[in-house]
């Protein structure tokens, strides 16, 4: 722990003795507090999960994926059909206005992907609007959409991040002013926005039946405090309804004071350690032997790190995605912690004194420090390169990075070609290049029957873990704090639905 | 005295330019910025196109230039995150920034000169050592900390401030207390010690043989000179208040410029970033060059240094 967060948690426990007055419930208020402030209200500008949140209050998708079936279901959509492998025929749902009163129709889904997807597009984060080729109006509630090939996750991506804005004020008020008022269709309307600071949401009296449903609370106000302190000075104070990814340590102070109940739910993310097989960093490297790398996942003991540093809703994995996501084998080569195997394998691969490397990582330093630990106990010594996620980032495309600890959220598509597909197939990052595991992907990616991709992705994520390519750690998970007024029911995707919100 | 103001100036501007340059290249080990700003998921196709849209692709050197050539006219950019003007951003900000700034040192003031004074009347004695106390703890305790020691008491135990925002003027009494406390000791020091060596100066002997009335020697004889290297400790203090403010600003969620650069840096958004280290570097070389000219214009010796 370090001294800020040692000195924070001695003075937060001097606060339990208070008194506090809750308020919100009675002018219908939740007061809603985040770390991270919503960067670009045009949400296509911006790649920060704050703007999935806000869209998903505000704006409405075609699709919606049902949080406890995995089913998709329609939602500004009301039928659609994949008439052939790149065609899909979608008939949108009639009588839906916007916030600002325009009415919703094929044009405003043929804008949307048009303006901030096509060859011209200006969205910032594009993984939801590569697949399409083009998207065409067949009348004014028929749409088809062209895929470039066939891309069975198109569903997942429709239904998370392509919100459909309204055309005709788009193109009447341009980015910047419609940044000061966004309007879209879902079940929460912008009332007020203070760039920086934070953002008000009033419900939309006129929402539609849908998947999502009205909004239960009457205002939202979202607020930014960057210090993790003041967000629960604000919560034990009575000031805060809710807050988000409270660390370990600090949510059991807050769960201890009474004040809040915690909920720790899990989350799309997950941990892992990739190690240089393809031998990037050095073509006799330490890690280009499976042995090495089968000792490195002998050595440490995810389990134990697991109870003493995180809780109770990470879960140790051993595949190389979240068993959550759609065509994750979870039936792979499992690697027990065995310090004495991990010695043998090392001896083994030529090195049975051990040897030295560098060793990156970017969060989570206490978990770092304690997998470094356990692989010097095997004789791995490790020197740490300790840096923020871009220069990690940077350095591991380069091929620069022999061993590296790093997390993956698949931007919460449920689905394993947001995880796996973007590390084995020859991209920057991919530290394994191997032929065979591309191909099965390349078939998952592009089938869209089910059977065929859970059976490629299953020979590819059992070929990974034999290989020993990635050290699969943990899922990762989100505290969340509601106050003793508010109901709340987190989601695995770590999508904060405020409509979900109610009082007690 | 012209001479000295130019070889200041040129110094001033020699000591921003070197900040900015040194600020840019830190910027980019931290990491490639286009990697930032495309997020987790991008690809590596659509980070090389947002290399390219924003021009990161082009050697650093000249990417620094054609910022340097545009933040001269005063155009520092549109931020890539917020996707607004730069200038508009920071000076919408900047006002809460100074009000702080301003709050605090005068807080500082408030309690270092009179403290200072009463301490060098009787040094050592027990109401020095208490001065001193307080000092060494202002030097000592980390801004975050006491900050969150005044929320627990005055936002939560006694309700009576809020913890955080900047929409009421009782949102700005802690970060001044915090802020302000942090520079009360080296202003302090400066007045006990100046107070002390006047003190013992012969004019002030003259001034007490000649029967003249304690408080008149003290205030009007003594106080007025001891204070002068404090104004311009204070103008230097100012300068700090001013672009070190980051963490009190974070702390208390004050909606100012220092809270406007962690969020910039915790983004890694270049050109917001650039022009905060820029304004808060040149606030301090405008105040610590205001503080040369002040001393130098009232003791002539140091205007040949």
């Known amino acids: ?504 | 005295m012209v001479r000295f103001i130019l070889t200041k100036l040129v110094m001033a501007a020699m000591v921003a330019l070197t900040v900015s340059i040194i600020s840019f290249g830190l910027v980019y080990m931290a990491g490639d910025p286009a990697i930032a700003l495309a997020g987790e998921t991008a690809t590596d196709e659509e980070i090389a196109v947002i290399r390219e849209q924003y021009g990161f692709d082009r050697p650093i050197p000249v990417q620094y230039l054609d910022w340097l050539g545009n933040a001269v006219r005063g155009d520092f950019g549109i931020s890539y995150y917020y996707n607004m003007p730069v200038s508009d951003m920071i000076f919408s900000r900047l006002g809460t920034t100074v009000t702080l700034g301003l709050c605090a040192i005068s807080f500082a003031l408030l309690i270092s000169l009179p403290m200072g004074v009463l301490s060098a009347i009787k040094p050592n004695s027990l109401l020095d050592r208490v001065a001193v106390f307080i000092a060494v703890v202002g030097e000592a305790i980390p801004s975050f900390w006491f900050g969150l020691l005044l929320i627990v008491l005055f936002s939560i135990n006694l309700g009576w401030l809020p913890a955080s925002g900047s929409d009421s003027w009782q949102s700005f009494i802690m970060p001044t207390i915090v802020l302000g406390y942090y520079a009360t000791p080296a202003l302090m020091r400066l007045t006990r010690a100046g107070m002390i060596d006047v003190l013992s100066s012969d004019y002030i002997r003259t001034a007490k043989a000649k029967g003249l009335r304690p408080r008149k020697v003290l205030f009007k004889h003594a106080l007025r000179n001891a204070v002068i290297p404090v104004v311009s400790l204070a103008a230097v203090q100012m300068g700090f208040m001013l672009g070190g403010s980051i963490v009190t600003e974070t702390v208390f969620a004050l909606h100012g410029a220092g809270f406007l650069a962690w969020q910039s840096i915790s983004r890694n958004d270049l050109s917001t970033m650039q022009a905060l280290i820029l304004i808060f570097s040149m606030f301090y070389i405008v105040f610590t060059f205001l503080a040369d000219v002040l001393n130098a214009w009232l003791d002539p010796r140091l205007r040949s240094g």
Not at chain 1, 70 to 91: I, R, S
Not at chain 1, 394 to 400: I, Q, S
Request: with cysteine.
């Open chain 1, 1 to 504: 722990m370090s001294l800020k967060r040692f000195l924070s948690a001695g003075a937060i426990a001097l606060a339990l003795p208070a008194t506090a007055s809750y308020a919100d419930k009675a002018n219908d208020t939740a007061e809603i507090v985040f770390m991270r402030d919503l960067d670009n209200p045009d949400l296509y500008y911006s790649t920060a999960r704050s703007a999935v949140i806000a869209g998903f209050q505000a704006f409405d998708t075609l699709f919606y994926r049902d949080t406890e079936t995995g089913e998709y279901v329609g939602n500004l959509a009301t039928e659609w059909e994949w008439t052939d492998d790149v065609t899909l025929k979608v008939v949108l749902r009639e009588g839906v206005t916007f916030h600002n009163g325009e009415a919703f129709n094929a044009d405003d889904v043929v804008f949307t992907f048009e303006h901030f997807g096509g060859p011209d597009g200006v969205a910032k984060g594009r993984p939801g609007f590569n697949w399409i080729e083009s998207v065409e109006k067949v009348d004014d509630y028929t749409v088809i959409f062209h895929a470039k090939a066939p891309f069975p996750a198109a569903m997942a991506y429709l239904a998370m991040s392509n919100y459909i804005y309204p055309n005709e004020y788009y193109a009447e008020v341009g980015s910047s002013k419609f940044a000061e008022k966004p309007v879209g269709t879902g079940p929460y309307m912008f009332d007020s926005i203070d760039p920086g600071k934070g953002y008000v949401l009033k419900a939309n009296p006129n929402y539609f039946e849908g998947p999502k449903h009205k909004a239960q609370i009457g205002t939202i106000n979202v607020r930014t405090i960057p210090d993790v302190n003041t967000q629960l000075a604000e919560m034990i104070g009575g000031n805060a309804d809710f807050l988000w990814n409270i660390p370990e340590d600090q949510a059991q102070k807050l769960q201890s004071s009474g004040r809040a109940e915690i909920i720790n739910a899990g989350a799309v993310r997950v941990g892992y350690i990739t190690m240089d097989a393809a031998g990037r960093t050095d073509p006799e490297g330490p890690f280009t032997k499976k042995e090495v790398r089968q000792a490195v996942s002998y050595a440490i003991d995810r389990q134990a790190i697991k109870q003493a540093l995180l809780s109770e809703a990470n879960t140790v994995i051993d595949s190389a995605c979240n068993p959550v996501q759609f065509g994750c084998e979870t039936d792979v080569t499992k690697y027990e912690y065995n310090p004495e195997k991990a010695k043998e394998l090392l001896a083994a691969a030529g090195y049975p004194d051990g040897f030295t490397t560098k060793f990156y990582a970017y969060r989570d330093r206490p978990i770092t420090e304690a997998m470094l630990n356990m692989l010097a106990e095997v004789g791995i010594k490790t020197e740490l390169t300790y840096m923020q996620y871009a220069a990690t980032a940077e350095a591991h495309g380069k091929g620069e990075i022999p061993i590296t600890f790093l997390t993956w959220g698949s931007g919460s598509i449920t689905d394993v070609s947001a995880i796996t597909s973007r590390f084995f197939k020859f991209e920057s990052r991919d530290d394994a290049r191997d032929e065979e595991v591309k191909q099965w992907l390349d078939e998952g990616d592009s089938s869209v029957d089910p059977e065929v991709r859970k059976a490629a992705y299953s020979k590819a994520l059992k070929k990974i873990a034999d290989e020993a390519y990635w050290l699969p750690l943990w899922t990762y998970s989100i505290n969340y704090a509601l106050s003793d007024e508010l109901d709340f029911v987190p989601t695995e995707d770590e999508v904060v639905r405020f409509y979900d919100m109610s009082w007690k």
